[in-house]
């Protein structure tokens, strides 16, 4: 017997995925790109709501990585780069997912997400005999495969006027190298010492293979990468092992149960090509376990490489020991997509009060589209909705707060729940007379009778508290 609880046995916050997809189209978080054409495949547009919550998680992961820290600072480089920068980095040369291909309704998979390929090893998966011998046919209409062959997953345009293979660029597959090659710059600039950490958040281009499963793998998406600058060595051993306990917090702080959150440590053959070690951050997702975030042990190979390739010494001098050495990186690569998909899945519960469902996205506050409603009891009395208009205003200056009078407070509290506004505040006759109002918390539906001018401080001050 082991005290260990069987990882595979945990169950999904949702069991089924169109759970979270209808109430994104339906209430407006995310929805399919270019719909009136038919849409684009693994394209995603975030709607209102949507692009509340995936702000706030950059924002939740920037305060984390970047302003609560003393020892990282920000970039924003730009998504094209020189394109000797990928043949550098071993992206042109490597960055390849393995493709097999029906010779009968010629449509494309990935080899390792074909059923009863998908627990093959990444020597496995470069075998060419591998079709053959699993004996594995189209899933669309049992034709028969091709062997696989490397696919790569950049995507290309052409700078300037003339189409030809000069003008070749790629569009950034991950964010990180915009950190490398601004190494020197951003060292230098802001006087940091080492360790010290450059992060970024931004878009990212993949095309991949097998797209799918709503917005966890994306043709276009948004990275949240940081990259740690260390001694040689140990010390970035050691900094990898302080990093992971760390990324998993975060996640946890903002609401995403322990037990649905996984290590897993890649195989040395499934090592990406710039990796000594790598630790996948997984979440149980509907569809099984699955990276929310990569935690990578990058050796030199990143400075020394581009040292090496544009002659720029990349070294890094340390006064206090007088030693120059490539510095090594620690990198912790998340995405702003899956983890917003993750925490709006982690939040959804379904429950019953009194004798109805009621649906609730009890998500972290910070996370919220909105922190708080402002609701008439009653929209006929001119006075209440002035009163409810002027509420609203004041507190929109500091936090995301909308005004709704379109149905009867039972129902607008609900669509606040599904929506995961933590605070609704109404405004009733007796406001009137005795200027406060009732707020109503989403997760207790407890209600406290607030004077007016208490409303703004008590929902900064519990924000406050949320944040910790
Ligand atoms: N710089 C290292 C790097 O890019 P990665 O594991 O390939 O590592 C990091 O990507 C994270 O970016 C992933 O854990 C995932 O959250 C996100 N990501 C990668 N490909 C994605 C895709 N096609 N769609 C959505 N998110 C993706």
Redesign the pocket.
């Known amino acids: 017997m082991t005290d260990t609880p069987d990882p595979d046995a945990v169950a999904p916050a949702v069991d089924s995925l169109d759970t979270i997809v209808s109430l994104s189209k339906r209430r407006g978080f995310i929805f399919p790109s270019s719909e009136i054409y038919g849409g684009i495949n693994a394209v995603w547009d975030y709607g209102p709501l949507g692009v509340e919550l995936k702000n706030n998680v950059k924002r939740a992961w920037w305060r984390a990585m970047v302003q609560e820290r003393t020892d990282i600072v920000g970039l924003d480089a730009g998504i094209l780069m020189h394109p000797q920068v990928w043949i550098t980095s071993g992206h042109v040369g490597s960055f390849s997912d393995p493709l097999v291909e029906c010779g009968s309704c010629q449509r494309r998979y990935r080899l390792d997400e074909l059923p009863g390929a998908e627990s093959l090893s990444a020597t496995e998966l470069r075998e060419t005999g591998i079709v053959e011998r699993l004996g594995l046919v189209c899933p669309n209409d049992g034709g028969p495969l091709s062997p696989p062959r490397r696919f790569n997953l950049m995507f290309t345009t052409h700078m300037g006027p003339v189409e030809d293979d000069g003008s070749v660029v790629y569009f950034r597959?991950?964010?990180?190298q915009g950190s490398y090659v601004n190494f020197k710059n951003v060292q230098q600039s802001s006087r940091k010492k080492i360790p010290f950490g450059i992060a970024q958040i931004g878009k990212?281009f993949?095309n991949?293979i097998s797209?799918g499963n709503f917005?966890?793998?994306?043709?276009e998406?948004e990275?949240m990468?940081m990259q740690y600058f260390v001694r040689p060595g140990e010390a970035a051993a050691t900094a990898f092992e302080e990093w992971l306990p760390r990324r998993r917090a975060w996640y946890e702080h903002y609401g995403v149960a322990p037990q649905r959150l996984r290590f897993r440590e890649h195989a040395p053959d499934e090592l990406?090509h710039y990796a000594q070690k790598a630790i996948?951050v997984e979440y149980r997702f509907p569809f099984g376990w699955k990276?929310?975030?990569?935690i990578?042990n990058r050796g030199d190979f990143d400075l020394g490489s581009h040292a090496r390739a544009s002659g720029e010494n990349l070294e890094y001098f340390d006064p206090a020991t007088e030693e120059r050495f490539v510095p090594w990186v620690v990198?912790t690569?998340?995405?702003a997509?899956?983890?917003a998909f993750t925490f709006l899945i982690d939040a959804y519960r379904e429950e019953e009060v009194r004798g109805e469902k009621r649906v609730v996205l009890g998500m972290h506050p910070e996370l919220a589209p909105y922190k708080v409603a402002v609701l008439p009891l009653l929209k006929k009395r001119p006075e209440i909705v002035a009163l409810c208009h002027r509420l609203r205003d004041d507190l929109a200056r500091d936090v995301m707060a909308v005004y709704d009078d379109t149905a009867a407070i039972g129902k607008l509290y609900r669509r606040q729940d599904e929506i995961g506004t933590p605070w609704c505040v109404t405004v009733d006759v007796e406001s009137l007379e005795d200027g406060a109002v009732t707020v109503r918390d989403r997760d207790t539906m407890a209600q406290e009778r607030v004077p007016l001018e208490g409303v703004k401080w008590l929902i900064l001050d519990r924000l406050s508290v949320a944040r910790g």
């Open positions: 597959p991950e964010t990180a990212s993949r991949e797209p917005v966890f793998r994306m043709r998406f990275q990468e990406a996948d990276e929310l975030e990569g990578h990198e690569a998340a995405g997509d899956r983890a």
